[in-house]
């Protein structure tokens, strides 16, 4: 069964530390791994995705690794700010078609003053 | 997000009733999906579409029908409303023709709440 497992379940870290998100998958065939940020009663929000062939991958303060050998993920988040309190959802296309998305239950940040 | 929107916001209903949530978007995408998210799971598929004349169930369709009325509206129906799909209800659109490689994009959402 496609599996994608997130860890830890919540965070809370002081405003500017840094932090890391991670994610295991068990999902076949592998084609790429999305990490999205969903702020609270609104939608998920892209933040980047991942090909097979991709180890690291930066979108301003958010840098992602995958090792596709180990099945593993994470999203490390630098300098943290408050707005980037929100759940991050690792997100993985499972089955025959690309739409067909196997969603992690997400991490829970709180990031306080 | 203001490329696809969802209405209502908000809903509180009675157990039994029909509800239809809307979904719009304008970023020209051919693909649409509706999924309803709980507390403590990961998203779910309901149903989802990929043109006007394609529906296709998805993970989690008893209790819920849907209508494809143009390629930019795609409305989730509940029949008879029952208190565990008390949830927050997602939209999202892709295409696979465009640069971002079938990228599912979310609306807003809809939180319903059935008594």
């Known amino acids: 069964k496609n599996q994608v497992e997130q860890s830890p379940q919540s965070l809370i870290i002081l405003e500017g530390k840094n932090c890391t998100l991670q994610?295991?998958?068990?999902?076949?065939?592998?084609?790429?791994l999305r990490w999205y940020k969903q702020d609270t009663g609104r939608g998920p929000v892209s933040l980047t995705i991942m090909t097979f062939s991709e180890n690291t991958k930066s979108n301003g303060r958010y840098t992602a690794t995958l090792d596709a050998d180990t099945k593993q993920s994470s999203l490390h988040i630098t300098a943290s700010q408050l707005s980037d309190s929100a759940s991050y959802i690792c997100?993985?296309?499972?089955?025959?078609?690309?739409?067909?998305?196997?969603f992690g239950k997400g991490t829970k940040l709180s990031v306080i003053p | 997000d203001a490329d696809v929107t969802q209405t209502p916001r908000n809903r509180i209903t009675k157990t039994g009733k029909r509800i239809m949530l809307e979904c719009s978007q304008t970023k020209g995408h051919d693909r649409m999906y509706w999924y309803r998210q709980d507390p403590g799971l990961g998203l779910r598929l309901i149903y989802y579409?990929?043109?006007?004349?394609?529906?296709n169930k998805g993970e989690i369709s008893d209790g819920y029908s849907v209508s494809r009325q143009a390629q930019a509206k795609f409305s989730l129906s509940l029949e008879s409303a029952i208190p565990n799909q008390t949830a927050l209800y997602f939209c999202?659109?892709?295409?696979?023709?465009?640069?971002?490689?079938?990228?599912?994009?979310f609306g807003p959402g809809t939180r319903l709440t059935v008594l």
């Open positions: 999202a659109t892709s295409d696979l023709t465009s640069g971002s490689g079938d990228e599912q994009f």
């Open positions: 579409s990929f043109d006007v004349k394609d529906i």
């Open positions: 997100v993985v296309p499972s089955g025959a078609g690309s739409y067909q998305l196997t």
């Open positions: 994610c295991n998958y068990t999902v076949s065939p592998f084609s790429n």
